[in-house]
């Protein structure tokens, strides 16, 4: 079959950027966000089934920065906080929830370069970066110093957020919403685990229209905190798991209210 001259010229100009992609526009637009934070803090939002409106409203109330992931939206309708910051490298929910995505109103979105280009996702004002999701070909540790070059896919967009959150320079990064814990699981031994008293996320209707069941690969995820939390060791970042319970237990824990009173108290 010949391919459209065209279309391949397109595929073959698409190819070079992701492999030059530092040389393009959207590595030096990447690099323009390098360190602009340098020092500071943030939250990052995941989505578990520990997350509260209480608690988002209290990061909007104390003007906090803070990263939001994947269908976030869907806890718009019970709080003024927004996410300063928005990121997804999930196809199923870019092809369900594009609209929603689009009119989420962050300031920086951040989306694979690759679904730009290979399936047509197209996101307002987008940050696009080149998602690696060839694991032979992980940087060391697969954690980025350099966003504009590429990020490694791991199997939690979490991971992603903390990438990103470093190389613009945050300091402390406060992780809430982290359940680290599913319905159904694969475990570091590879056994898949059924727990029918686990809840996924923080609404039950969060992902009833995505028809593909998926069982989460906790070994992977697992690698995955591991890898960054040597990587923000060594540059001096400080990463914290806030989340109210859950399973993570990679990160130094942190009392969620307590780093609420904590920031109260330094702003008065």
Known sequence: MIMNPLKSIVARYQGYILTNIQKSKYGKKLREIK??????RCFVVANGPSLTSDDLEKIYQNNEYSFGMNRIYKMFDETNWRPSFYVCEDINIFNESIDEINNIPS??????????FYNNIDIDGAYYFKANYDRNKDYPHSFSTEIDVQMDSRGTVTFTCINIAAYMGFKDIYLVGVDHNYHITINESGETIV??????YFCDDYDNDIKDIVSHDMGQNTR??????AACDSLGINVFNATRGGKLEVFVRKNLDEVFKEIEDSKK
Do not use: M
């Open 224 to 229: 995955a905190y591991r890898d960054a939390k």
């Open 35 to 40: 360190n602009s934070h340098k020092g500071e």
């Open 107 to 116: 300031k920086l979105k951040f989306i694979p370069l690759n679904l730009h």
């Open 195 to 200: 727990d029918d008293n686990a809840k996924d």
